[in-house]
C-alpha cells in the first residue's frame, strides 16, 4: 500500500458501465471528501465530469484523468491513491500498463477479472516484485470470484467451530440467481477465447483448477461437467458456467494461506437443477450487450443470488452455510463488493504484506464483516 498516498481509493474507469455504478455506489454510501477519500479516473476529462452530473455527485468530486496507453499518466495516477480500483477491461487487453505502474509504485490495485489466462500471466511476472514493494495485486474482487472465494473460507471457519477441524471437501451449489450481463463481460470471455484460438496451450490452462497455485498441483478435482444427483443436496445439479473461474481462485486461495484446508482439499460448483428457477445469467450470445451496455437500473435491483455450500469431514459429518446478494451478481452486487474491498484492503487490512492476491486470502473475515454492513450480502450457518 501507498500509505501517504491522497486519496483512498481511485476508480480507474469510472466512465465505463461499471465503473460508474462503482462511482455512484461511492457517492452514496461514504459521500465526497468525508472519511473515506475517493476520485473517479478515465481516458476523457470532459467524460469524467459528465458522469460526475449524471450521477449528481458534488462538483468537487476530484478527477484524474488517465490512458492506459500513456504510462506516464498511469504512474502519476497511482502515486495519487492508496488502492486503484480497476474497470478497464478486458484486462488481457488493458491491464498490464496499470498493474506494472502499481506494483512500481507500491499501490494496491483491485480487478474485477474473469480471465484465469491473464492472472496466470500477472501472478509470474509481478507477484515476486509486489512482494518486495508492498502492492497488494487482488484479482476477481466482483460475482468473480468474492461470494465463492469467502463462501468457502465462511464454510471452512463453520466447520473448524462446530466439527473442530477444517474439512477436505466443500461443495458448491447454486440455488437461485438472477441478473444481466454487461458487454465488458461478454468482451472480456470473446478475448479470452481469441487468446486460446492464438496460444492452444491457454486451453490447457483454463482446464486445470491448479492454474493458479504455480509450483502446486494438487489431485484431481471432481469434472461438475454433466448433469447428476446431489445427495448431499437432494437434488439435480448442473454445470455452472463461472466454475472455470471461482474453482481457480479457491484453490489460489488455500495455497496463499498455506493450505489450511489441506493440500488434498476438493471443490466444485455446480448450479442446482430446478424447472424454471432462474439459475443463470442473461444477455449471453451474439445479439448480446455491446462494451459499455450492461442491465437498467430494475434489472440489477430485481436480481439476487443465493449460494450454498456444504463442507464435508472425512467421517461424513457436514456443515451447511449460505452467501446470498440483494442485486444482480455481475453488477448491482459486483459494484459495492469491489468498493469495500478496497476501502477494507487500505483500512482493515494495512499491515498484509504485497503479493498477488485473493480477496479472501489477503483480508478473509474481515471482509466478510463489511461486505454484511455495507454492500447487501449475507453470511449464513445453515446447519
Same mark, same amino acid.
Given at each position: 500500500?501507498?500509505?501517504? /498516498? ?6 480507474? *474507469? ?53 490512458? $492506459? ?5 498511469? !504512474? ?7 488502492? #486503484? ?28 477479472? *474473469? !480471465?484465469?489466462?491473464?492472472? $496466470? ?8 516484485? $509486489? ?27 463453520? $466447520? ?25 463481460? /461478454? ?8 487468446? #486460446?484460438?492464438? @496460444? ?22 471432481? &469434472? ?63 445479439? +448480446? ?11 440489477? !435491483?430485481? +436480481?439476487?443470488?443465493? #449460494? ?13 452455510? /449460505?452467501?446470498?446478494? @440483494? ?15 478496497? #476501502? ?7 499491515? /498484509? ?21 455495507? &454492500? *447487501? ?7
Amino acid at each position: 500500500m501507498n500509505p501517504n /498516498a491522497e486519496f483512498d481509493v481511485i476508480v480507474y *474507469g469510472a466512465t465505463g458501465y461499471t465503473g460508474r455504478l462503482v462511482a455512484e455506489y461511492l457517492g452514496q454510501r461514504y459521500g465526497v471528501g468525508g472519511d473515506v477519500t475517493w476520485a473517479m479516473a478515465g481516458r476523457s476529462a470532459a467524460k469524467l465530469a459528465e458522469v460526475r452530473d449524471e450521477l449528481a455527485l458534488p462538483a468537487e468530486t476530484p478527477l484524474i484523468v488517465a490512458d $492506459a496507453d500513456d504510462p506516464a499518466s498511469l !504512474e502519476a495516477m497511482v502515486r495519487r491513491g492508496k488502492a #486503484i480500483i480497476t474497470t478497464v477491461g478486458p484486462y488481457q487487453l488493458y491491464g498490464d500498463k496499470l498493474v506494472a505502474a502499481c506494483v512500481a509504485a507500491g499501490t494496491d490495485c483491485l480487478d474485477l477479472s *474473469g !480471465e484465469p489466462n491473464w492472472m $496466470a500471466k500477472v501472478i509470474g511476472e509481478h507477484d515476486a516484485a $509486489a512482494k518486495a514493494s508492498g502492492a497488494r495485486i487482488v484479482h476477481s474482487c466482483g460475482f468473480d470470484s468474492i461470494p465463492f472465494e469467502l463462501g468457502v473460507f465462511f464454510a471452512e471457519e463453520t $466447520a473448524k467451530a462446530k466439527l473442530g477441524a477444517y474439512v477436505p471437501r466443500v461443495k458448491g451449489r447454486i440455488r437461485g440467481m438472477q441478473g444481466g450481463l454487461s458487454g465488458g463481460t /461478454a468482451a472480456s470471455g470473446a478475448a479470452t477465447m481469441a487468446a #486460446i484460438q492464438k @496460444d492452444p496451450s491457454l486451453g490447457m490452462l483454463m482446464m486445470n483448477p491448479f492454474a493458479l497455485t504455480p509450483g502446486f498441483q494438487g489431485p484431481e478435482q471432481p &469434472a461438475g461437467m454433466t448433469v447428476e444427483h446431489d445427495a448431499d443436496f437432494g437434488a439435480e445439479v448442473g454445470p455452472f458456467m463461472m466454475a472455470v473461474i471461482n474453482t481457480k481462485n479457491v484453490h489460489r486461495s488455500n495455497a496463499l494461506q498455506g493450505h489450511p484446508w489441506g493440500t488434498d482439499f476438493k471443490y466444485d460448483e455446480m448450479s442446482i437443477v430446478v424447472p424454471g428457477a432462474p439459475t443463470e445469467f442473461t444477455g449471453m450470445g451474439p445479439g +448480446g450487450p455491446k462494451p459499455g451496455e450492461g442491465p437498467s437500473k430494475a434489472e440489477r !435491483e430485481a +436480481g439476487f443470488y443465493d #449460494i450454498v455450500f456444504i463442507g464435508i469431514a472425512d467421517d461424513g459429518r457436514q456443515v451447511k452455510v /449460505a452467501v446470498k446478494g @440483494d442485486r444482480d451478481p455481475g453488477y448491482g452486487s459486483t459494484s459495492k463488493m469491489i468498493a469495500e474491498a478496497a #476501502i477494507c484492503l487500505v483500512r482493515d487490512a494495512k499491515t /498484509a504484506p504485497g503479493g498477488v492476491w485473493t480477496p479472501g486470502a489477503v483480508m478473509g473475515s474481515k471482509l466478510i464483516e463489511r461486505l454484511e454492513a455495507n &454492500a *447487501g450480502l449475507t453470511f449464513a450457518v445453515e446447519s
